[in-house]
């Protein structure tokens, strides 16, 4: 059986970022999860002591606060100034441009329609800026049951497939004067989707290694089970299955943004074992 990792995959920019941010801080704390894997998370725990704490309000001055990189919402970032908490920004720079629109595009009276997960960590960020109630959507046909004026501004979740994206751009262009649409879906998810639908449409098995709860790689996961038949998520080598691989001449391999190479190759010496 040959092995082949997607051209593409794993760590993006902003994790890489935030990663070294945390190993330079030791005995600090993230406000959530600093990314969305818990492994590497623990690791950060175990030989940096870096901390999680799940409420603003459980910092007080004298702790040192790192930013997780989805962001946070405006009114913890108040909080923090104003109870002069010191805190490390560890926000990735393209969670932090839809932020920035969204305020800016608020403040010139357009409505605003975000693609994206209302319940994501990001998007509740995002969502902040917002100096009017913005409209979070995930499918096309929401629209239809949204009251939108004749100028809108649309920015996306880092992580969302372009081409769903695309169709909620053509739909509001179709159907509204003036639509500011902002592609903010960051070029490493762009790029590790790619790479990650190329292996899949020549794999007979691929394996999508991230987070459970991470959302660019459960996006690889749908994109992968678009073109291959035997896709498996998992978020470290005990979850593999040696019976996935019988009859397979090629196993495909790739990894979230959040996934580091310690984890990969923990996955794919495991796999070379079957």
């Given amino acids: 059986m040959r092995i082949e990792l997607a051209k593409k995959h794993g760590f993006c920019f902003g994790v890489k970022r935030a990663i070294k941010i945390a190993e330079e801080?030791?005995?600090?704390?993230?406000?959530?999860?600093?990314?969305?894997?818990?492994?590497?998370?623990?690791?950060?725990?175990?030989?940096?002591?870096?901390?999680?704490?799940?409420?603003i309000t459980d910092f007080q001055q004298g702790d040192k606060?790192?930013?997780?990189?989805?962001?946070?919402?405006?009114?913890?970032?108040?909080?923090?100034?104003?109870?002069?908490?010191?805190?490390?920004?560890?926000?990735?720079?393209?969670?932090?441009?839809?932020?920035?629109?969204?305020r800016d595009m608020s403040r010139e009276g357009y409505d605003i329609v975000i693609f994206g997960d209302s319940s994501h960590p990001e998007i509740k960020g995002v969502m902040s800026y917002s100096e009017k109630p913005a409209n979070v959507i995930l499918e096309v046909s929401e629209l239809e049951h949204i009251e939108l004026s004749n100028?809108?501004?649309l920015v996306?979740?880092?992580?969302?497939?372009?081409?769903n994206f695309k169709n909620i751009a053509s739909y509001l262009i179709e159907n509204y004067k003036e639509v500011r649409v902002f592609n903010t879906i960051c070029n490493a998810t762009f790029e590790n989707q790619i790479a990650a639908k190329e292996l899949a449409e020549e794999a007979d098995v691929m394996i999508i290694i991230g987070g459970k709860n991470?959302?660019?790689?459960?996006?690889?996961?749908t994109i992968c089970e678009e073109v291959c038949n035997s896709c498996y998520h998992i978020e470290s080598e005990a979850e593999l299955n040696e019976d996935w691989f019988r009859n397979c001449r090629l196993c495909g391999i790739t990894a979230g943004a959040s996934t580091p190479d310690w984890i990969i190759e923990q996955v794919k010496a495991q796999v070379e074992r079957y």
């Fill in 25 to 55: 801080h030791q005995n600090s704390y993230t406000f959530g999860p600093l990314i969305h894997n818990s492994l590497e998370i623990n690791r950060l725990k175990s030989r940096f002591n870096v901390g999680l704490k799940e409420k």
């Fill in 65 to 102: 606060l790192i930013i997780r990189t989805h962001g946070i919402e405006k009114r913890d970032l108040q909080y923090l100034k104003k109870n002069e908490i010191d805190y490390i920004d560890a926000t990735c720079p393209f969670v932090t441009k839809p932020q920035e629109i969204v």
């Fill in 214 to 221: 991470s959302s660019n790689t459960k996006q690889l996961v």
């Fill in 156 to 163: 996306a979740q880092t992580t969302r497939k372009i081409e």
């Fill in 151 to 153: 100028r809108i501004a």
